[in-house]
């Protein structure tokens, strides 16, 4: 660079090395136009120089946006996601073949002129003049690389490549005074490096790595001459000699890039002509790009990732902020997903609920004490063709959720029992529970406006013969509707609501439940993955973590390494020790005697509880062990569907129960997860039966499995199961159906929707 006079400006001289290298030099060959006329070439060239001045000095290498590789908590690769397909590596690992390849097609001068070719600009004049046309260009690898700083900075914003890429002498100026400035910063073997891995080479492949493994499947630094040669000849245009679409083409163009190498000594005739005679020798790799790559099934938990982090302020104050960091890639992103469960989980999904069946199966699994999403799928895969879907029905809507979760049914009461026993209510306690009643009413709410049951709606159970007085312990084995009612009327309504504030519980739109009392009986949204962590606070003996599916980032940014700061899971108290055992009692007791028998693990503690919502539209499970927590729901995300008379997984259902459908998923699930895993045991609380002669059996060995006496009497969301002994099970049809809008509730009098549709 010419150096500036003690004054500030430059000589006459220098200024006329200015004006002949900005105005002519880039006016006179842009994209193949011809020298202007005299007299307008000197006011062209006086403009040319003052906007030259103008140019701010600051050019900076963009840091090129890379793959992202989303691993699993043993370091398995889960999945590829990328804006731009790259890999970027150092020159010494790009094959000598690939470096002279591009040098010689490119800017067969390269090592012999500056950012400016002169010799070269004259010659593409002269062409270009003696054509009438464009048939020569004259950038050299440096002003190339200046433009392709440009669309990389432009991103995937239409409007920004167009500007990058504009064919105008602004731009060509601007381009010539940035590729002086890197000539001198940079030296020629860094412009080459960052050349090759910057540029674009077809097939989604960014850069000499990505492009080598796309179409040789092999790393750059082994490419063979021919190979080299192939793909410095589609830098040109990557669609025209692209050697997958258009195998023809690409070999008269590689063949043209042999030719050249041999012409300006690079390699002999003898190994020109060689080459040439060989086949292509393509070696294709598929693009993997994106959640739908995933494997194990863990597409759904691959975008959630995504979605944390495009989501979570912790990487970033804003949106754009986030966005353009998850789009610059560059990351490995070790995620908390444990592969054993995320296999079992792929695994009983297949067995149970088959892809083309009308409705579909999700499952999340979550560990107590710290949150981690240990597993997550559903039957129906991740996808867009037929009996596929892009939506993840364990998460909520603004994670990639379906909808707005579905309708819990009476997997919500232990919520209900939690906030009774933190009011101080015992385990023993004990409400008449008639077969049918009207609403009690008021209910004291959390303002000092209660609930009144202003239509006198009633409540019923299914069966005639389910009717109290019942006990805490008994009316939770078998689901008593009217027990709960009379509950959350005698403790009040804000009791329950300050539980579930303390469990995370919300609605799948993120909203807070309503406060009415129809929420004792689920009629709200909530996700798998909302319901599997709020039930780990109970095997964690009450405390409650935030779920988080990120353990660590690193990302690689300019050859260099740096961590991120990731989410972490804040876990507090969300109940007394005393409560959470008293409740694992209870759910324990709904797998051992209740209806949740068909769910039970044999083998070690566990504890859960079954609902299926009216019109039998959902069925869930969520079970636990003191180690792992899961839910499994079952339905339609169009909630739509009647699960009756229905094939699920090519097993006819008369009637699809959560005990029934969700359960024995939940069972093989959590089988195949815990093998070879610790089996602890809940710390057990003995809740005396009023009545050892109802058949409800006392606590018989409290090892921390929770085993009890099978009792006579079997329910799902309040609908009794009659008649269910060792000897056999039967399922009578419902006798009831609530009254329109009343497990529904938007306003303070229970008025709404109770199924998000």
Not at 50 to 71: C, E, M, Y
Not at 547 to 573: F, H
Request: glycine fraction near 12%; hydrophobic fraction near 35%; charge should be positive.
């Amino acid at each position: 660079m010419p150096k500036k006079r003690s004054g500030g400006g430059l000589s006459p001289t220098q200024q006329a090395a200015k004006f002949l290298g900005v105005s002519v030099l880039a006016g006179a060959v842009m994209a193949g136009i011809a020298l202007p006329a005299a007299g307008a070439l000197g006011l062209a060239a006086k403009g040319s120089v003052q906007g030259f001045d103008d140019i701010p000095d600051n050019l900076k290498s963009p840091s090129l946006s890379q793959r992202t590789t989303i691993l699993d908590s043993k370091g398995g690769q889960i999945a590829t996601v990328y804006s731009r397909d790259r890999t970027v590596v150092d020159l010494k690992n790009i094959s000598p073949y690939m470096q002279k390849a591009i040098v010689a097609i490119e800017d067969s001068r390269y090592y012999q002129h500056g950012a400016i070719d002169l010799k070269g600009i004259l010659r593409a004049v002269n062409q270009n003049a003696q054509n009438g046309g464009v048939a020569q260009g004259a950038s050299t690898l440096t002003q190339q690389l200046v433009k392709n700083y440009f669309v990389e900075e432009a991103g995937d914003d239409p409007t920004k490549v167009a500007q990058a890429t504009q064919q105008t002498l602004g731009r060509k100026v601007r381009e010539l005074k940035y590729a002086i400035q890197l000539e001198e910063k940079l030296g020629k073997k860094k412009i080459l490096e960052n050349y090759l891995n910057i540029t674009f080479f077809g097939e989604q492949a960014y850069g000499i790595e990505a492009a080598s493994q796309r179409y040789f499947s092999k790393p750059a630094k082994n490419l063979n001459l021919q190979e080299a040669a192939l793909l410095a000849g589609i830098v040109q245009s990557p669609s025209r000699y692209d050697p997958v679409n258009d195998e023809e083409e690409a070999t008269k163009r590689r063949n043209t890039v042999l030719q050249r190498m041999a012409e300006v000594h690079d390699i002999s005739q003898e190994q020109a002509d060689a080459a040439k005679a060989t086949k292509l020798g393509l070696h294709v790799s598929q693009p993997k790009n994106g959640c739908i790559t995933a494997v194990q099934g863990a597409g759904f938990f691959c975008k959630y990732v995504e979605n944390v982090f495009l989501s979570d302020p912790v990487f970033g104050k804003t949106k754009e902020d986030r966005a353009k960091i998850w789009n610059q890639g560059g990351l490995t992103i070790r995620t908390t997903l444990d592969p054993q469960s995320q296999a079992s989980i792929q695994t009983s999904l297949k067995k149970h609920v088959w892809k083309s069946d009308k409705v579909a199966a999700a499952a999340t699994l979550v560990e107590p004490g710290t949150g981690k999403i240990l597993g997550m799928g559903q039957s129906k895969p991740f996808g867009y063709g037929k009996n596929e879907t892009e939506y993840n029905y364990s998460v909520n809507y603004d994670m990639g959720g379906s909808n707005y979760g579905f309708p819990t049914g009476s997997t919500f009461k232990p919520f209900v029992a939690a906030a009774a026993l933190e009011q101080g209510k015992p385990a023993t306690q004990e409400y008449s529970s008639p077969n049918s009643m009207l609403y009690p009413s008021p209910v004291q709410t959390c303002s000092s406006k209660p609930w009144t049951n202003q239509a006198n709606e009633r409540v019923p159970n299914e069966s005639a013969s389910e009717k109290g007085p019942y006990q805490l312990k008994e009316a939770m084995a078998k689901s008593v509707n009217t027990y709960f009612v009379q509950m959350i009327s005698d403790i009040g309504l804000c009791p329950v609501m300050n539980q579930i504030d303390k469990l995370g519980v919300v609605q799948g739109n993120g909203d807070k439940l309503p406060e009415v009392p129809s929420i004792a009986l689920g009629a709200k949204g909530i996700s798998p993955l909302t319901m599997a962590t709020a039930y780990a606070a109970f095997a964690s003996r009450g405390m409650y973590c935030t779920p988080v599916a990120i353990e660590s980032i690193s990302q690689q940014i300019g050859g260099r390494e740096k961590s991120l700061d990731v989410p972490k899971s804040t876990c507090s108290r969300a109940m007394s020790e005393t409560t959470a055992d008293t409740v694992n009692s209870l759910l324990s007791g709904v797998i051992d005697s209740g209806t949740g028998q068909q769910a039970g693990l044999t083998d070690r503690a566990n504890a859960g509880k079954t609902g299926t919502t009216d019109e039998r539209k959902n069925a869930w499970f969520v079970g636990y062990t003191p180690n792992l927590s899961g839910a499994v729901w079952v339905g339609s995300a169009t909630q739509q569907v009647h699960m009756v008379n229905i094939e699920i997984g090519g097993v006819y259902q008369a009637k699809v129960y959560g005990g029934q459908v969700p359960g024995p998923i939940w069972r093989d699930l959590m089988t195949g997860a815990l093998v070879g895993k610790d089996a602890p045991s809940f710390n057990l609380i003995n809740i005396p039966d009023p009545d050892k002669n109802k058949g409800q059996g006392q606590d018989d060995n409290n090892k921390g499995r929770g085993r009890h006496g099978r009792g006579n009497g079997n329910t799902t969301d309040g609908n009794t199961i009659s008649g269910l002994t060792d000897g056999g099970v039967t399922f009578p049809s419902p006798t009831f159906s609530l009254p329109d809008g009343w497990i529904q509730g938007n306003t303070n009098n229970g008025n709404g929707n109770g199924g998000q549709r």
